[in-house]
């Protein structure tokens, strides 16, 4: 049998011939990657999709658990191999390094944990911890016993926790007493204690000891040291379908309510790994780090997921680039060799604020490939990356990809295929997108600008929202019939490569965090001075884009800092995450006859714009634009 290594495009002729396959036998293709990996029965047909339904179904009947591609299958050949390289917060405490063998009997301990607390096939389980070995152990426990992982971001407010726990009705939650950020200590236990208050389906809580805070124990909340005690590393792995749910994470939308984002089995497993090895083109002494926190997609299929499959080093970092100073992440390159490091643009525009003696007091020549990810990143950052950490001489992958898409879909191959500044270059082997114009007709030929589609499956396509397919439907795939419909804009140059020019829909990327404005203005309608409100983004030189809030009240005359209560109150039901940088209270809106609010204009006002506002006339209240600009 052919190892996935003979699948891995090594130059670009052999990314074009793989290109071509994986389009025009596209079945073929994938079910020769998929024999790569270890199945406990082969699947009976390749693809099953429709896009009206939409359905979308990879390696039917196909039998596999996950863990034992992450874990059991390195065991014979590289059981000593560091799988997980901790980093702690704190620069002057122990690094952590835990070898595919410790792992594969820690995560058989706290599988066998969350039996014992009644957690069976599909239940789901709801993971808020901070980023310590122990969250990628619960993650992979829960696979190892096909409970579904809901990892929900440690930075959410206990509104947020509870409308993700309600959602899935998670029956159990694994958590830990605080969290280290930088020199703060996050009190996480008392946000799930919150939480909790509203969520009946959680049956017990299991609390990890990371700051030593004191912390109160509720009924059936337990300490992860004390169920761990004697309990046996043996577990054998649940057989799963290709297509169970392997896991939920939610990510915002254009409404109100996140979706919880549903991935299976084989589809994700597949494709996690072959995009790590053919876009990072990782090789096997190799230190790979990502700083992303998995409570995001980028942490799931490229900390845990993909890397572990492929047999990879993976770093988890559990603090902040600014702490104890801003060179810490280039201390920690230097202190661990590492090979390829993989960031947000935001980070790196934040860094670039500061001198460059921070980078230069330390010897990063172990770095080979250097990465992005999470929104657009623009020339003046790429080429201060470029110059400065990768000295010229690494290869920069700018890579497009989505919660929902479950792994990279457009970028360049390390190396391999070309990189260009603020382009995320070519289609992942096995990616078909396309541009259409406004009418959904496919837009030919290169140098063209449109709405960024993709019009074939791909193995980690999400499969639908937990609990709302229709809503999956109409988002993903009502606008433009017959294709996925990611959300963005894009254009290609004239030899094809793309390059992201944004949102197209009410999502705004804020520092590589994807936030719908509309939780955002239903949470400050909920204050009770408030009216009405508006959030749109404009373009910020460090985040990417920030966000501006249009705030109706009440009553003006109400003596209360009326920004620091709606700040507040964004970050109690969402997270200090969401909350905008200006909030401009305004005596109107601008609306249409139908009552919607016409935010072209306000990002307009947002952006600096002064007169340049299009046609208004179909404005109920034309007079509102001045009356805004002349507070803004
Ligand atoms: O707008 C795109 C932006 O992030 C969105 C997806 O956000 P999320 O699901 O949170 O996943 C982020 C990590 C994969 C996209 O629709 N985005 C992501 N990567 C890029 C990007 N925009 C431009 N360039 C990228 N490389």
Redesign the pocket.
């Known amino acids: 049998m052919k190892k996935i290594e003979n699948y891995i495009a090594k130059n670009i002729n052999e990314y074009n011939d793989l290109y071509s396959k994986s389009i025009n036998h596209p079945e073929n293709f994938w079910s020769e990657i998929a024999s790569t990996f270890s199945w406990r029965n082969k699947w009976t047909k390749t693809l099953e999709y429709d896009f009206n339904k939409p359905e979308f179904k990879w390696f039917l009947n196909g039998k596999l658990n996950i863990t034992e591609n992450c874990l059991d299958r390195h065991l014979e050949e590289n059981p000593n191999k560091t799988a997980i390289l901790f980093e702690p917060n704190d620069p002057n405490k122990e690094t952590q390094k835990i070898s595919y063998k410790d792992l594969h009997q820690r995560v058989c301990v706290f599988a066998n944990v969350l039996k014992s607390k009644n957690v069976e096939k599909g239940d789901r389980v709801c993971i808020y911890m901070p980023m310590v070995p122990e969250l990628t152990i619960a993650v992979l426990a829960c696979a190892r016993i096909g409970a579904v992982h809901s990892v929900v971001f440690a930075g959410f407010s206990s509104t947020a926790l509870a409308a993700r726990i309600k959602d899935s009705e998670c029956k159990i939650l694994l958590t830990a007493d605080g969290s280290f950020r930088g020199s703060k200590v996050i009190d996480l236990k008392s946000i799930v204690d919150e939480a909790l208050l509203e969520c009946d389906s959680i049956e017990s809580t299991i609390v990890f000891k990371r700051t030593g805070s004191n912390v109160k124990m509720n009924n059936n909340e337990t300490w992860w040291h004390n169920e761990i005690e004697d309990v046996s590393d043996y577990c054998e792995a649940e057989e799963m379908d290709s297509e169970d749910m392997l896991f939920i994470l939610y ?1 915002s939308g254009s409404t109100g309510k996140p979706k919880g984002m549903v991935h299976s089995c084989g589809g994700y497993m597949v494709y996690s790994t072959y995009t790590f090895l053919n876009v990072f083109q990782y090789q096997s002494n190799d230190i790979y780090w990502c700083t ?1 926190d998995i409570g ?3 942490g799931h299929s490229y900390i845990v997921y993909g890397p572990l499959l492929a047999g990879a080093t993976s770093v988890m970092f559990e603090g902040v680039p600014s702490y104890p100073d801003y060179s810490r992440f280039w201390n920690i390159v230097e202190k661990h060799k590492i090979t390829h490091f993989y960031t947000a643009p935001t980070a790196i525009r934040a860094l670039a604020k500061h001198s460059v003696s921070l980078v230069e007091s330390n010897d990063l020549s172990s770095l080979k490939v250097l990465g ?6 623009n020339e003046e950052a790429w080429n201060w990356y470029d110059k400065n950490i990768g000295k010229s001489k690494c290869p920069i992958v ?8 479950g792994g990279i879909m ?2 360049s191959l390390a190396g391999v295929t070309k990189d260009k500044p603020t382009f ?1 270059t070519k289609p992942m082997i096995g990616i078909q997108p396309v541009l259409l114009d406004k009418d959904g007709k496919e837009i030919l030929g290169y140098d063209k600008e449109g709405i960024l589609a993709i019009k074939y499956p791909w193995p980690s396509i999400a499969r639908t929202i937990y609990g709302n397919h229709q809503r999956y439907k109409n988002v993903y795939f009502t606008a433009y019939p017959g294709y996925y419909f ?3 804009g894009a254009l290609t140059d004239s030899e094809g490569n793309f390059r ?1 020019t ?2 197209v829909d009410d ?1 705004v ?1 804020v520092s ?3 936030l719908g404005t509309a939780p955002i203005e239903d949470a400050i309608n909920l204050h009770e001075n408030v009216v009405e409100s508006a959030v749109v983004g404009y373009p910020h030189e460090i985040k990417g884009n920030a966000l501006r809030a249009f705030v109706i009240l009440l009553d003006e005359a109400v003596i209360v800092d009326m920004e620091k209560e709606i700040k507040e109150q964004i970050s109690k039901t969402i997270g200090p995450i969401a909350k905008p940088d200006i909030i401009q209270i305004v005596p109107g809106l601008p609306k249409i006859r139908s009552g919607k609010i016409m935010r072209r204009i306000l990002r307009k006002i947002a952006s600096g714009e002064k007169e340049n506002f299009g046609d208004i006339s179909t404005l109920l209240n034309p007079e509102i634009v001045k009356q805004i600009l002349i507070k803004a």
């Open positions: 990510t992303a995001w997609i980028t992005t990810v999470g929104e657009p990143i700018d890579t497009w990809w989505q919660t929902e898409t457009l970028t995320a990611p959300g963005d992201i944004g949102r999502v990327i590589g965090h994807n």
